[in-house]
Each structure stands twice: as structure tokens, then as C-alpha cells.
């Protein structure tokens, strides 16, 4: 099992290409809170961002950035220019386009922008383990990501038959490139799971746990799977993941039945019986401790989402 394509998969993933700017010196951008990860890639000339509480990174030419909990920041060539405020940055469908701004004075510079978004946040998910600023530079993503950024500058820049679903398409790509460049730029320790998945022997563990979350896994026995005493692995887990090897599989349990939940007819003594329940109260009982909701509860309001969601797809499409 490929644990990140499965968690990825788990929590649909996905992304928008908001903007592509060309910025005439002196240019400001402010950019409002959103509930999702905002990026921003410096296909030419230079940058600062800075965010609300006053954190500042210098962007030069080829820098990708992401501020992972949407926060609110400025980017700009000089501070002295007045903020160009952005205020909806969900753009409608289908006017994707090169967006001018700023001064007449060279350099110009070229910036696109979107949002990574996660359709079944949880606790631990890939966006809260990175980072509240993620930075990488032109070097750091090798040509993969250097690539696919230059494609989506190109692609964005004049509207063309299909440019929604090949940007969509880009982005989830992008997406699953910048955790790859980000998981090789890992210390030992850092990154909580993701950075355990290279472990020699938390790796395996997680695996199994991923792959059979319903098991009654101990300490004891999980440890023995992968080559360590109880005592041993129990440490090296905790301090590689985060937490304690139980919290992560009840948060997998919890993360699994959510998703069957949403994507199947079987009744709650059943779903609890997959993710390794003997009784659908105890299950129940847990699911809303972690969740906030009942799971019936849980599965009502994720497929009237999910069909409201659908219905405004087939408007917008109908309008067009």
C-alpha cells in the first residue's frame, strides 16, 4: 500500500488555479484569511511576503511558496505601494486569464496563485503537518516540480478549451510534488508521519496499521511485526510520529469510517466491525469524540454536501 496516495485519496484532495498576475513595479497584493492553503509561484522577478502577525520571506525568481492554514498576507514588490485587495479569490469558472497590476516601471514581475483544499479534514491531516509557511526554492524541487509550475504559467495564461480540468488536473500533481520535495528536505524526527514513513522500522508499522486498521494491534505485537521490544518501539514511535502509536490508530480507525461512512449503504454495526469494533455503541461512542458527530449523523450531512456541491457544479455548467 502506498500510505500517502491513500490518505491523499481519503481526504479528496484537491486545488484551484486562482490567478495569474503580471505586476508592473511598484505592486501590492493583499490577500484574505481563507479555510484552505493558499500558494504562489514566482515565475519572474522578486517578492515579500508577510504575514499578518509579521512574519517575512523573501521571494526570489522560481520560489514556491504555501501558507498551509490560509492566513492572511501581503506579497509585494515595494511596501510603500497601496494593497491591491483581493478580496474573493474564488474566481468564476472559466475566466482564467492573465490579471494586470501595479505601476508602469520595470521589473515586471509574473506570479500565479491557488489553493489546495482537503474535501474530509481530520486531525493530523497532511496540511497540519506542514509547516504554517513552506518554502521552496527553485533548486530544492528538482525538475519535476520546476516542470509542472511552468506548465500551469503556460497554461493559465490564455483561456483555452479544457483549461479548468487540465489545471485542476496539474494542481493535484503539484500538490503530491511539493510533499515529495518536502518529506526529502525532512530531518530525522520532523515531519510527524510523513517523516516516519522512511523509518526502518515505524514505516512497516504504519503500513500495517494502514492497511489493516480493524486488527487489535498492541503495542507488543505491532513492535514484534517490525523488529523492536514493546518499550523500544513504543518510544521510537511517539517520537517519530508524534503520538502514541494507540492515538494514530484510533485516529486511522476514525479516518477510515468517516470515509465508509460517506461511500457506502453499511449500517453502523458493520462499519464498526471494519475498522475494529466489536460493538456499534463503543464505536459510536468514539466516532463522535473524534468527529463532533454521531455517524449516522456524520453520513447525512457529508452526502447533503456532497449533493449540494454536485447541484452547483451542474448550474454553473448549465450557465456556461
Known amino acids: 500500500m502506498d500510505i500517502l496516495a491513500q490518505v491523499l485519496d481519503r481526504v479528496r484532495l484537491g486545488g484551484t488555479l486562482l490567478f495569474h498576475f503580471e505586476l508592473g513595479y511598484p505592486w501590492n497584493l493583499a490577500l484574505p484569511a481563507r479555510p484552505y492553503a493558499l500558494f504562489h509561484y514566482l515565475s519572474r522577478g522578486s517578492a515579500t511576503l508577510v504575514l499578518e502577525q509579521g512574519r517575512e520571506l523573501r521571494m526570489t525568481e522560481g520560489d514556491f511558496v504555501v501558507v498551509t492554514r490560509g492566513e492572511p ?25 492573465v490579471v494586470r497590476h501595479g505601476g508602469s516601471a520595470q521589473p515586471v514581475s509574473t506570479m500565479i496563485c491557488g489553493n489546495f483544499t482537503v474535501e474530509r479534514p481530520s486531525r493530523g491531516s497532511v496540511l497540519e503537518l506542514l509547516p504554517p509557511l513552506l518554502l521552496l526554492k527553485s533548486t530544492d524541487g528538482g525538475g519535476g516540480l520546476n ?29 503530491v510534488e511539493v510533499l515529495r520535495s518536502w518529506i526529502a528536505s525532512l530531518d530525522y524526527g520532523e515531519g510527524g508521519w510523513l517523516g516516519a514513513m522512511a523509518d526502518p522500522h515505524i514505516g512497516p508499522a504504519l503500513q500495517l496499521i494502514h492497511e489493516r486498521p480493524e486488527q487489535p494491534w498492541t503495542l507488543g505485537n505491532l513492535g514484534h511485526r517490525v523488529g523492536l521490544g514493546r518499550s523500544a518501539f513504543s518510544a521510537r514511535f511517539t517520537k517519530l510520529v508524534g503520538q502514541s502509536m494507540y492515538r494514530y490508530l484510533i485516529a486511522r480507525r476514525m479516518a477510515e469510517a468517516a470515509f465508509i461512512l460517506e461511500s457506502s449503504d453499511d449500517g453502523i454495526a458493520r462499519v464498526a466491525s471494519r475498522v475494529g469494533y466489536e460493538t456499534a455503541a463503543a464505536f459510536s461512542k468514539l466516532f463522535h469524540r473524534h468527529h463532533g458527530l454521531s ?12 449533493s449540494r456541491k454536485q447541484g452547483n457544479i451542474l448550474e454553473e455548467e448549465m450557465a456556461d
Open 147 to 175: 516542470t509542472l509550475l511552468e506548465r500551469m504559467v503556460s497554461e493559465s495564461a490564455f483561456a483555452r478549451p479544457g483549461q479548468d480540468v487540465a489545471l485542476s488536473r496539474l494542481t493535484d500533481v503539484l500538490f
Open 73 to 97: 498576507h501581503l506579497i509585494y514588490s515595494d511596501s510603500r505601494a497601496k494593497p491591491l485587495q483581493i478580496l474573493d479569490l474564488d474566481r468564476p469558472s472559466g475566466r482564467l486569464g
Open 295 to 306: 455517524p449516522g449523523r456524520y453520513r447525512a450531512i457529508r452526502r447533503f454536501d456532497r
